[in-house]
Every structure is written in structure tokens, then in C-alpha cells.
């Protein structure tokens, strides 16, 4: 990371801004509070603390905003239609095609089922989708933060929620600062209902994915739903309404570990939304640059980049912590360019690399090709290869399972006749949604007999066909003896679905028997 | 700490940021100003931990804390969990109490509730004779294997735990008494007599004196070939299962000062359904008979004890 660049012109901005306004101009934004913030003489007198600047950001329109938008359609239609997806698994398996069964503990996802013995495929989800997040830095720095964070997203909800009610930046500035009266109390009441219900819709929507829809939707209106999911929506409906109403750009800045570690993964490579101040410096208002042409760059110092930004930033003093790289500044920027007939892109997306050949006069590199390095491609890598070794994995998982566990206490049973009995408890694992015949049958222990506490000792034999329901683990308990003498030996159950599969499972356990230890 | 902070007002170019006045080796700390939400917030949690003092039990004093206001206790919350357990446990009581445990065995649901009730009651009540594991040790019988000395279907089970063997407490109680011998037979006799039980597994030699002694002496309880008797309690003495030892020695010693253990019944300190669950508990280790008149349902059963 070495570019003093947006260093020395935040320095500069700074140095003229301390010249020319001394005084409070009533629409002059403050650059909201990164570590980068203006130090105004007139604000330091409270010392440690700040007052919460809200930000009131301009409507913008432009290609990021519009792609800002599709990711928003996108992502809200996905987070509230999945869970009303059905799926067919048969009358065994709820047919929801996304579901978090805590209570029964499976995860239905499509035609995927996991169990709970199985949580490393969720374990790999999560390692895929923090490596998908180098992988997206690496390539395009904080999209994630600009674009899919589920905190952008609302943010972005509620501020349009913000606009519709009291009109763009410079009304809803007005309206803050006005004293507090009925219609202010008025409208501030209904943005708040508003916001109460996009709230709600939020967490009531999540709940969703942990019971069946159309039940749980109705349940939940009847008053009928477990305590559980009224709680959850409840703590869910809160802290949308904090965190997305209120809080808003303070997440990002204060409360998310993310922006620090993604400045961390961040080099001079990345993609970064930037302001070329070898194009801008110095800065003067389109009358003093037509006055005194060459003293002056291309901006003109509009603050337009500051109005639209939704974390209230000024990108002119360089990364920072505060910028989601959403790119709104862009699309202000290149608005303006195009009025004052200047070329696009003083504020673009560039990489730091980049930045420096251009202020020495190199040539322009199209912002695609930042994406064409090792480092995108080894990530890439890494996360197809983590992802195929699932899909294989789900693949060729066996459906049946096995486990023996020896009764310990007592080891082994001297029964009347001379012989000796060992019990085991056997867990016959059916991971298809349909009941199932499986086999168990004894391997080694010559003479040795088996029956279980449903087969009658009468009906003791080496192996016996037993019932499995849909998707259940069976709990058998098994007795298995051997004739008298036998002495301690090694022996195994081997478990054969009796269908078309015949999937197999055995699991080898310990005869014991007197004389043995 | 070298600077005054009144006396010096000095920016940090880079950042546009005061200096506190505070240095450590060249590196300044710069006064970045905490939002002033976040101090609202630490105010909120000294708050809260001041009202949770005085709810809870919290604030030392001389003998004992303060007792809070909502008068919490961890003893009290136990007791509510109990009985919230008690509670739960409530409906499955109810059925088992209104089925007779003879039909148990046609509810393989039911019964699984009733194994694993007498489990727990087992754990509480009986392993101090019978062990952990039921296994039992010298004197004390073994409920895990398939030799019963009053009989080992359900209601002959839950009629021995009902009233106990040669307890007081009970008239109905079990009831036998082996004889002893001691100054009776001479040692010769003893040992044919020893000889002649053993030799009922091939573990001993039987003799002619043996045969005539424990015809006249032992037959009438312990039968012909040494089957025994379940009326009368008399243990079988042709099976490899041996209550006091199957060595020569402790069946000698068994027959000159038979020992008589002693079971206490627990119709009065146990309820009805607790003893109907530990008598399908022992009856679910292993050895369990079928009860001559449900043998043809058990047949019909279909087992179904699944667990997710």
C-alpha cells in the first residue's frame, strides 16, 4: 500500500477548505466521521465524543446506481421467495426447497439433505463463501460491502423510504433542523411506521426458513406459532429497525470487522473507487478555472461526489474506511464531467497500481483487466476446488449407516446353558426419504447367534431383515451369543439395504467373554 | 506523556486530526473522537448491570448477599425445572398407569417410555444390591441373564419388586428357606451330595450315595435332574448359573449354612407405575420371558423404536 497521493490532496483540500470557509455555510456537508474527518476548529471543544452527523445523501442516477438497484431486486426476491419454493421429496420429507429443520435436524436445500453428521458440507459452504470473499476483494475490492451487504441493502431501503417521504437531501436537511411541531412529529411518525414494517417483513421472513411457509405464515398471524419464532422476529424487527433506520453507515464504520479486514486483503492491485487528483488538483469553481484556464484541474470542487455518497464520505481524501465502494460518487462525477464537457472517470474505478502510471502520464488501463492476476485466479481456484470435492463428496455419500456400540457394563453375560451373551446397540441409518429393508448380519464369531429386542431369542440366527422408516436413524438393541468356550475375539455386523442399491455398512466390534481381560 | 495538552493545539497534516497530547517514543495519539452513541451505549450496560444486582441475588454482605428483588433463586429455578419435567413426564405416567403391563409388550412406543423410566428409577433404588450394570455379584442376583428364580416374565417381575423376597414388610412377599445341613450329613456325605449336584453340568462326579442323599433330601424342591421349582423359589442346580459360586466349596457351603438373601419390596415407598417401569426395565435386559398368555401378540408385534 504505497500511495501518498490522496494524502497530500486530502492535505491540500484541507489546507484550502480552513482558507475559504471558517464559518458554518447551512448546506455545506461535514464529511461524516472516518478517521479522516475534518478537524473544524469549532467542533473540537466536546473533545472526545461526536454527535451522530446524519447523512442525507443526493438520488443519483447513473450505471452503478442502476446495478445497485438490480443487486437490491435481486437479492431482497431471493431472501423472500425461497422459502415459499416447494421441492418434491416424497410424501417422507417436507417439500420446502429451502429448509433450516432445526427441530428434526436436517438441512433441506433443493436435492440436497444434510444431517447433522454431515455439518462439514456446511462447514465447507462457509470456508467457500470466505474464500469467495478474497476472492471478490482480490478482484473488486468492497463490492460486497457496496452492493450485497445485507446492511447496504437496507441502508439503501430505508433511505429511499427517507426520500419518499421527506423529498431529496436538501428538504430532508431542512426538516432535520426545523423545530419539532405537528406536521414534523407528523411525518416523522409515518416514515417511522414504515420503517417498523419493512422491519417486521425482515425478520418475519427469516423465520421462514426454519418451518415450513404456508404453515408458520398462518400460525404466526393465528397466534399460534412457538414462542421462539415470535422472539425471533422480534429481536430481528429491532435491530433492522436500529441498524438499518438509524445506525446505518455507524455499522460500517464502527461496528463491522469487515472493512478493516478487507483493507487488510486490499494492495496496490485492487479495484478501488478513487478520485485521480493528478486530474482534479487543484480544485476551483467552474468560474475561477474559466478565468484563470491551466492554473486549475478538473474539478470544480462541486461536492456532488459528497452529497450522493450513502456513508457520507468525501472519496477526494482517498481510501478510507468508510467507503463501501458503491460507486454512486462515480456516477455523480461523470454526470458533472459531462455537463462542464470534461472526459468521464475523474472519479472511477481504478487500482492504485494504475493510479500512479496514469499521474505520470502513462496510458489508461481498462478497469477489467485489474481482474486478470495470480491472486484472483489461485482464489478461484481454490474455491472451484473446495466446491467439486462437496459436489463429489454429496455425491457418492453412502445413504446407509452403521454403528455398534458394545454394551460395557456388564461386558459379557454367562447364561444358563453355558453360553455367553454380549448386547450391542446398533444405529441403522436410512438417509432416503422412503422406508427400507436392510440386512444385518453377522461376520466372524463362528457358532454365534443374534436376536434383537424386537426378534424373539427363539428366532436367533446369524442375520435378520429389519425394517427402517424414511429418514430416520433405527435404535436396535441386539443380543448375540455364542456357544459355551467361546473365548474373546474380534467380529463385525455388516449391514445390507435389501434394494436395488444394496448399499453396505459394517462396523467391527469386540466379542467379550469370560477369561478375556 | 511530554506535552501539555492546554498549552499545545497541534494538527496532524495527514488526517486532519488533533493531537491529544500524549507521546510514547515519537508515536502521538491523535484524538479521534468516540461516537457519542457509543458512550450512551456503555451508560446503558452500567444501567443495566446496577438494575441486575438489585433484581438478582448479587451484592456481598456480611452473612449472605442480597437476595434481589424478584426473589431468584438457582434452587428454586431447579425446583420449577423438576417439576416442569414432572409435569412433561405427567401424560406418559397416566397411559402406563392405565395399561396393565401385560399388554405393555403389544405398545412397543410405550414400552420404550417404560424402559427408559425404570432406568432411571433402577439407577436410583436398586444398583446398590444389583449394580450398575444389573449384572449383580455373589448373593446378589444377576437380572441380565436368562435364569429367573421366581420367574422372569413382567408380572412375576413386578410382583418380586411389588413384595420383595423374604422381607417382612409384606405376608405376599417371595418366600423360601433352604435348610441348612451343618451336623446333619457327615463331610462324606456332603461331598457326595456336591458331587452329585455338580455333576448335573459335568462339572462334578455323581455317586450312588450321592444320588440316594439328595433324592430323600433335596429332591422334593430342586427336582429329579436338578431343574428347581419357580413356586417355591428353589433355584435350578443344573444350569451354569450359580447365586453363591459354582465352585465345590460354595455349593458345600451352601447346603451346610445356606445363606438367604434378603429383598425389600417396595409397594410402599415406590409408586405403582415406578415398579410397573423398573419391572419392564429388568425384563428389557436380556433374560426377559414372554408372558405365557401374550405370546401369540407378541408375535403381532411390529417393532418401531426409531429415533431421528
Excluded at chain 1, 218 to 245: K, S, W
Amino acid at each position: 500500500m504505497s500511495n501518498p497521493d490522496p494524502h497530500d490532496a486530502a492535505a491540500k483540500a484541507q489546507q484550502r477548505w480552513a482558507k475559504a470557509e471558517p464559518g458554518a455555510e447551512p448546506l455545506k456537508p461535514k464529511p461524516a466521521s472516518a478517521g479522516r474527518r475534518q478537524a473544524a476548529p469549532s467542533t473540537t471543544a466536546d473533545g472526545l465524543y461526536e454527535k451522530h452527523q446524519k447523512v442525507h445523501n443526493q438520488r443519483i442516477d447513473g450505471p452503478f446506481r442502476r446495478f445497485k438497484w438490480l443487486v437490491m431486486i435481486v437479492t431482497l426476491t431471493i431472501y423472500y421467495v425461497t422459502p415459499w419454493i416447494r421441492w418434491d421429496r416424497g410424501p417422507y420429507a417436507p417439500d420446502q426447497a429451502v429448509l433450516v429443520d432445526l427441530a428434526n435436524r436436517r438441512f433441506y436445500m433443493f436435492g440436497i439433505e444434510i444431517w447433522p453428521h454431515e455439518f462439514y458440507f456446511v462447514a465447507g459452504l462457509l470456508i467457500m463463501a470466505g474464500i469467495g470473499l478474497f476472492l471478490v476483494t482480490s478482484a473488486v475490492g468492497r463490492a460486497w460491502c457496496g452492493y450485497a451487504c445485507p446492511q447496504t441493502v437496507w441502508t439503501d431501503v430505508f433511505q429511499h423510504v427517507d426520500r419518499l417521504f421527506d423529498g431529496d437531501r436538501n428538504a430532508r436537511i431542512r426538516l432535520d433542523r426545523a423545530p419539532w411541531g405537528p406536521s414534523k412529529i407528523a411525518r416523522r411518525l409515518a416514515k417511522w411506521a414504515v420503517y417498523m414494517l419493512i422491519a417486521f417483513a425482515t425478520g418475519g421472513a427469516w423465520i421462514l426458513y426454519f418451518a415450513d411457509a404456508p404453515t408458520l405464515f398462518r400460525d404466526f398471524f393465528a397466534l399460534e406459532a412457538a414462542p421462539v419464532a415470535y422472539a425471533t422476529v422480534a429481536i430481528l424487527t429491532a435491530t433492522t429497525f436500529t441498524l438499518g433506520g438509524f445506525m446505518r453507515e455507524q455499522v460500517c464504520i464502527y461496528m463491522c470487522p469487515w472493512p478493516r479486514i478487507q483493507a487488510a486483503m486490499l494492495d496496490e492491485k485492487s479495484l478501488i473507487v478513487t478520485y485521480k487528483d493528478w486530474r482534479g488538483e487543484k480544485r476551483g469553481s467552474l468560474k475561477k478555472a474559466q478565468k484563470n484556464p491551466g492554473e486549475y484541474g478538473d474539478c470544480i470542487d462541486c461536492m456532488k461526489c459528497v452529497a450522493v455518497c450513502p456513508t457520507g464520505i468525501d472519496i477526494r481524501e482517498g481510501q478510507q474506511i468508510g467507503c463501501i465502494t458503491c460507486a454512486l460518487c462515480i456516477d455523480a462525477c461523470d454526470k458533472v464531467m459531462a455537463e462542464i464537457g470534461r472526459p468521464r472517470g475523474l472519479i472511477d474505478y481504478a487500482t492504485l497500481e494504475d493510479c500512479e502510471r496514469e499521474a505520470a502520464g502513462g496510458p489508461t488501463r481498462p478497469a477489467w483487466k485489474a481482474l486478470i492476476r495470480p491472486r484472483t485466479f489461485i482464489y478461484l481456484g481454490v474455491w472451484s476446488a473446495i466446491g467439486l470435492a462437496m459436489l463429489f463428496a454429496l455425491g457418492v455419500r453412502n445413504h446407509t449407516d452403521l454403528t455398534v456400540s458394545p454394551d460395557r457394563n456388564p461386558p459379557f453375560m454367562p447364561l444358563s446353558d453355558g453360553s455367553v451373551r454380549n448386547a450391542y446397540t446398533l444405529k441403522l441409518r436410512n438417509m432416503e426419504s422412503r422406508p427400507r429393508q436392510m440386512e444385518i448380519r453377522l461376520e466372524g464369531l463362528p457358532g454365534g447367534v443374534m436376536w434383537t429386542d424386537t426378534i424373539p431369542q427363539g428366532d436367533a440366527a446369524r442375520s435378520h431383515v429389519l425394517d427402517v422408516a424414511p429418514d430416520l436413524t433405527r435404535t436396535v438393541r441386539a443380543y448375540v451369543s455364542a456357544p459355551s468356550g467361546v473365548s474373546e475375539q474380534n467380529f463385525s455386523f455388516v449391514l445390507t439395504s435389501q434394494d436395488e442399491q444394496a448399499e453396505q455398512d459394517s462396523s467391527e466390534t469386540l466379542f467379550n467373554a469370560p477369561g478375556g481381560n | 506523556m511530554a506535552n501539555d495538552p492546554n498549552t499545545q493545539k497541534r494538527v496532524d497534516e495527514p488526517t486532519g486530526t488533533e493531537f491529544v497530547g500524549h507521546e510514547w517514543d515519537g508515536i502521538e495519539e491523535l484524538n479521534t473522537p468516540l461516537p457519542r452513541w457509543w458512550l450512551w451505549t456503555f451508560y446503558a450496560t452500567i444501567a443495566w448491570a446496577l438494575a441486575y444486582t438489585v433484581a438478582y441475588p448479587a451484592w456481598p454482605m456480611l452473612s449472605q448477599a442480597t437476595e434481589g428483588l424478584i426473589g431468584w433463586t438457582s434452587r428454586g429455578q431447579l425446583m420449577d425445572e423438576m417439576s416442569a419435567a414432572d409435569a412433561a413426564r405427567q401424560t406418559t405416567k397416566e397411559q402406563l398407569a392405565a395399561v396393565d403391563i401385560v399388554k405393555w409388550q403389544d405398545n412397543p412406543e410405550l414400552m420404550q417410555k417404560a424402559v427408559a423410566g425404570g432406568a432411571a428409577a433402577f439407577k436410583v433404588n436398586c444398583v446398590q444390591c444389583h449394580g450398575s450394570g444389573a449384572a449383580g455379584s455373589a448373593g446378589y442376583p444377576n437380572l441380565n441373564d436368562d435364569d429367573w428364580l421366581w420367574g422372569g416374565d413382567l408380572e412375576a417381575i413386578e410382583f418380586t419388586i411389588q413384595h420383595g423376597v423374604r422381607w417382612d414388610g409384606s405376608r405376599q412377599s417371595r418366600f423360601s428357606l433352604m435348610p441348612g445341613f451343618d451336623g446333619i450329613f457327615s463331610d462324606a456325605e456332603v461331598n457326595a451330595i456336591v458331587g452329585h449336584v455338580l455333576s448335573f453340568t459335568d462339572a462334578g462326579q455323581s455317586s450312588e450315595r450321592g444320588a440316594e442323599l439328595y433324592a430323600n433330601n433335596c429332591l422334593a424342591c430342586h427336582g429329579p435332574a436338578g431343574g428347581g421349582d419357580r413356586m417355591q423359589g428353589a433355584p435350578a442346580l443344573n444350569d451354569a448359573i450359580w447365586l453363591y459360586g459354582n465352585q465345590p466349596g460354595d455349593v458345600r457351603a451352601q447346603i451346610l449354612n445356606p445363606r438367604h438373601g434378603v429383598m425389600p419390596g417396595w409397594k410402599d415407598r415406590l409408586d405403582p407405575v415406578t415398579i410397573k417401569m423398573l419391572a419392564a426395565y429388568v425384563h428389557s435386559l436380556g433374560g426377559g420371558e414372554v408372558l405365557p398368555v401374550a405370546e401369540e401378540a407378541e408375535a403381532a408385534t411390529v417393532g418401531g423404536d426409531e429415533q431421528p
